[in-house]
């Protein structure tokens, strides 16, 4: 597998945010130790200084791409993720059809199986997830949607929307039997939070990946 550089959109010295490119873990598993986001971070830290460190604060999914934020310190991973309802994330994400309504939030409750499936059940003993979206365009065959998470459930973006039978265009986790494409595409293009020492309000966003774009123009 070809190593992937990494894209800094902010650093300072106490966190550093990145555009993770969909196809690479956030961190590692059982079977795959090196080619993470994490260890890529950690390895551009210490060449800088042997006594630096990062910490996991939250991830993004392997398929998934955009923003992501890390910790320089367990002080400031603690800090930030003591005040995680504070933080807005947002993401592009092109579903294949139409959904029924302009601008919808979802909320379901979710369980998770021994294989790491998630999916939607009809009680209050799975985790709730609650997703908003709002659609931005559409062609023939898809939607591009503007989404908004207020809860970080697994997997939650892809299995609320494949619940309601708009599953993200290349989602073959949730919907095998899918149209096939080259990337899921859903993209965490906006990440907002006040800074965990200043208490500044930082704020970054990314454009709408070219890919994304030449799937929508398509009619």
Known sequence: MKSKKLKIVYEDKYILVINKPEKLLTVSTLNEKEE????????????????????????????TSGLIVFAKSEEVKNIMQ?????????????????????????????????TNYVYVINDKSGKFAITSYSKVKETKDYTLLD???????????????????????????????????????LHAYYLEFPHPKTNELLKFELDV???????????
């Open 36 to 63: 993470t986001l994490y260890f890529k971070v950690r390895l551009y830290l210490k060449r800088k200084n042997k006594k630096n460190k990062v910490f996991i604060i939250h991830r993004l999914d392997f398929d």
């Open 82 to 114: 003591d005040n995680w309802d504070k933080v807005i994330r947002r993401y592009m994400g092109i579903v294949v059809g139409h959904p029924k309504k302009d601008k919808e939030t979802l909320k379901n409750y979710l369980q998770e199986t021994k």
């Open 147 to 185: 989404i908004d998470i207020k809860t970080g459930r697994k997997n939650q973006i892809r299995v609320q929307l494949n619940n309601i039978d708009c599953p993200i265009l290349g989602d073959t986790k949730y919907n095998p039997k899918g149209v096939k494409a080259k990337r899921l595409y």
């Open 209 to 219: 990946p070219k890919d994304f774009l030449e799937i929508m123009r398509q009619r």
